[in-house]
């Protein structure tokens, strides 16, 4: 019986050794790539002068003599939003127009959870301007004007908060400690039944588990319900941002940024990138959703004004002409899956047979699909096919950025589990 006991304790360490080996590692990375605010902000305050602005000629014949198209562009890449579809769509206009893009310096992020400093930026230097910033990044704007020009656009997606809450849980749990102690199945639910017994606002990466969008906008995302300043901060991103995209009306969004930017429907055609197989998403009760409602309190009243204000867009640019542009769009988008997408549709991880469009993976699963390009391509779509394709992390590494921490932690994930 005594050796038993000793054989399962020992299983159980040996267990647990893998998991508290990661989460140190974890820490040593987040030290080694975090600097002292006070260190890395630069003495002068130079910003980016509108006259180095560049400009591109209109390819869209229904706004040839009504603008010009828009390259001055900050994208609030928010979290689990459908962004990494707008990314991708933004990396490639700035490619084919050889825009200037704001880089994050050895990682996909400018050093999230930290808010943003221009410093953050790969080879940056005081005054220096740029046409697109679109990493993530938690939202400073002070900082982030530094680097566009004046007349810079400023954009960003939301998500329904459960929705978010949901995806996030299950995409980011195995990277929070706060939730290795859930038992059960069902870790999402237990949590929501009783999240103060597991939140802590001060733990490691505990700003996955609530509030998520206020905390991505450089907010308190630990505000109570009903603070003032929960509405405060609505206001103020309202002020900020000329067009607030919905991940549940994908292809409106995409239509009333091509009709803000003056692009045309070529540069919003897109495939979903980074999206999880239907069979890992949890299926939450009105109860439960309810409850997922009043923890991300701060999240939901900032959805609930931009989905307002966005329907009055659609309004503004018209019911009929949004259906026929919609339908457009979808017409496009079928065309191009035909002719890059074997098979015509997504595939799970394990099938993709090109490591360059094997998209990344969440801690310990494998749950986010991708494309395999088909082999039969016409060579005029070629390059084309394999941008739409390319996943964030790889499309970074073709622009240039050494991703060395990313890829480092990549490595010890999959050698880990």
């Not at 790539?33 to 509108?50: A, D, F, K, V, Y």
């Not at 928010?78 to 050889?98: D, M, P, Q, V």
């Not at 099938?351 to 060579?379: C, T």
Request: some cysteine; charged content about 25%.
């Amino acid at each position: 019986m005594y050796w038993n006991k000793g054989f399962k304790c020992k299983a159980v360490v040996r267990g647990v050794m893998p998991w508290v080996l990661m989460t140190n590692i974890i820490l040593v990375l987040y030290c080694l790539t975090t600097t002292n605010h006070m260190n890395i902000r630069p003495i002068q305050e130079e910003t980016c002068s509108l006259s180095m602005a560049k400009t591109v000629a209109s390819e869209s014949p229904e706004a040839t003599h009504k603008c010009s198209p828009k390259v001055n562009i900050m994208f609030m890449k928010t979290h689990k939003t459908a962004s990494s579809t707008i990314l991708n769509i933004l990396f490639r206009f700035g490619e084919k127009h050889k825009l200037k893009f704001a880089l994050p310096d050895r990682r996909n992020d400018f050093r999230y959870p930290q808010p943003f400093l221009c410093s953050q930026v790969k080879d940056y230097t005081p005054g220096q301007c740029f046409n697109i910033v679109c990493n993530h990044m938690r939202f400073n704007h002070q900082e982030v004007a530094k680097l566009l020009p004046p007349d810079a656009v400023y954009v960003t997606v939301l998500r329904d908060p459960v929705d978010l809450f949901e995806s996030a849980f299950h995409y980011y749990h195995r990277a929070v400690p706060l939730t290795w102690g859930i038992s059960g199945e069902d870790k999402l639910t237990a949590f929501l039944n009783d999240p103060e017994a597991f939140y802590s606002p001060d733990a490691f990466n505990s700003f996955y588990l609530k509030n998520l969008l206020f905390f991505d906008f450089g907010f308190d995302n630990n505000l109570e319900v009903d603070d003032p300043r929960v509405v405060e901060g609505v206001q103020h991103l309202s002020k900020r941002f000329h067009l607030v995209l919905i991940a549940e009306h994908f292809e409106e969004s995409l239509i009333l940024l091509k009709d803000l930017l003056c692009w045309s429907m070529d540069d919003i055609l897109y495939f979903k990138l980074n999206a999880r197989r239907t069979s890992s998403v949890s299926r939450l009760d009105p109860e439960t959703r309810a409850k997922a409602v009043r923890w991300n309190w701060a999240d939901w009243k900032l959805y609930e004004h931009f989905n307002a204000t966005f329907w009055e867009r659609v309004e503004a640019f018209g019911r009929e002409r949004m259906e026929r542009e919609v339908k457009e769009l979808r017409r496009r988008n079928a065309e191009m899956r035909a002719t890059c997408i074997e098979g015509g549709d997504a595939v799970e991880a394990q099938k993709i047979k090109d490591a360059h469009f094997r998209p990344w993976q969440p801690v310990g699963e494998k749950s986010i699909m991708g494309y395999n390009l088909r082999k039969d391509i016409d060579p005029r779509w070629r390059t084309m096919c394999a941008k739409m394709l390319t996943p964030e992390i790889q499309y970074l590494s073709d622009l240039g950025v050494n991703l060395w921490v990313t890829r480092l932690w990549g490595w010890l994930i999959d050698s880990i589990l």
